[in-house]
């Protein structure tokens, strides 16, 4: 059984740039979450697609957007980079039932440096 | 609004002390309570959780003591080993979206 695979593991980005980050879900699951992990925080929601649609979305700005694709892998791009979307970035991929709570499995992360 | 409350920030330990890390929430229709560990360079790893209609539950060395009326849970980590110093997240779901604390850093020195 694969785990949760990210890449790239590092980037750097100027201020302004554009990025995108990938990350391939754990076989068998159907669903995919992202969060940015600020220095020294914990994990914030940013939002989690099923099915290849936005599925919830936390308290970030639009210029953050997404996509899951038919193999359930996913993209998460931010435009505009700012200097505090400096982070840490987690994909975590589930599989999503009917009824209860889908234990999340983590990726190892992208670390995103924005000059 | 820090949906998720967690002390301490940092927790120094002996080898085969007792690690206790609170948390605390608001949100009552909060109803699923995971713990996680997270080494330096890797992602956060489920470690145990609890549902709100469950007071306390226990694997191996690790227990989450869970008391709904106060909206306070906590983990316990009996018989501390060096191997367990890690950063420990507390969440709290709903649904489709988690919310987590802010961390503890845990040192257990040998």
């Known amino acids: 059984e694969t785990g949760v695979t990210q890449s790239p593991t590092h980037l750097i980005k100027t201020r302004g740039q554009q990025v995108t980050l990938r990350c391939s879900s754990q076989s068998g699951h159907n669903t995919v979450s992202w969060y940015q992990q600020a220095l020294g925080q914990g994990p914030q929601f940013i939002f989690q697609?099923?099915?290849?649609?936005?599925?919830g979305r936390g308290n970030f700005p639009p210029r953050f957007s997404g996509l899951q694709f038919p193999n359930y892998s996913s993209e998460l791009n931010v435009n505009a980079l700012e200097l505090d979307d400096s982070a840490l970035y987690l994909c975590?991929?589930?599989?999503?039932?009917?009824?209860?709570?889908?234990?999340?499995?983590f990726g190892p992360g992208t670390r995103l440096t924005v000059l | 609004q820090q949906q998720v409350k967690q002390s301490p920030q940092s927790l120094i330990v002996q080898k085969g002390g007792i690690s206790i890390i609170n948390c605390a929430y608001e949100?009552?229709?909060?109803?699923?309570f995971p713990w996680y560990q997270q080494f330096p360079g890797k992602g956060p790893a489920l470690l145990i959780a609890i549902r709100p209609d469950v007071s306390e539950k226990k694997e191996g060395r690790f227990t989450i003591s869970f008391n709904k009326s106060a909206k306070q849970f906590s983990l316990h980590i009996m018989d501390s080993q060096p191997g367990d110093s890690a950063t420990y997240f507390c969440?709290?779901?709903?649904?489709?979206?988690?919310?987590f604390g802010t961390g503890t850093s845990l040192t257990v020195i040998p």
């Open positions: 969440a709290a779901s709903t649904g489709n979206q988690f919310y």
């Open positions: 697609y099923y099915r290849e649609e936005e599925n």
């Open positions: 949100n009552t229709a909060f109803d699923y």
């Open positions: 975590a991929s589930s599989f999503r039932r009917l009824a209860g709570h889908n234990e999340q499995f």
